[in-house]
């Protein structure tokens, strides 16, 4: 007698979790955050944006009330990404060192300039469709910080809003 894997129960579940020189810890910008130990050149593909795909309906009725989710809304505007992957840890900031870039349905997290080890992963949520009341602050620091991680034609629309 011996014992065994149940090969098909085990190790099926697929790892959400992105290549494993990507690290979280303690943030700066927000309570947690995403850091590579390795240095990563402009261009790569680091990490892929994963978690359950909901309607904005389903999204909507789970998270109402919630302040801050992992919501990622996908370019089709009727799905997004409700993010538990590492990708999820990835700070907001004004002047980031990632974009976000939509290929074939998923979701990647991409460098736009050479990033050193050590350093933390940003990139520029570009909120949108947030609550009048919630001005989503940002606390980047970058020297050209709008203030909030709302888009900036998010920001213009709720301007108009608030106007009387
Ligand atoms: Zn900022």
Redesign the pocket.
Known sequence: MRQGTRKKARHQRKSNFGPPHLVIRRSKIESEGCYTLQPIATGTHIVEYTGPRLTIEEADALYDNHRRTYLFGLTDGKHVIDGEGVAAFIN????PNCEVDEIDGRVWIIAVRDIAAGEELTYDYNLYDGDQDDAAQ?????G??????YSEEELERRAKKDAP
Do not use: L, T
Request: hydrophobic share 20%; with cysteine; net charge neutral.
């Open positions: 907001h900031c004004c002047d940002c606390f980047c620091g970058a050209n910080c709008r203030g909030s991680m």
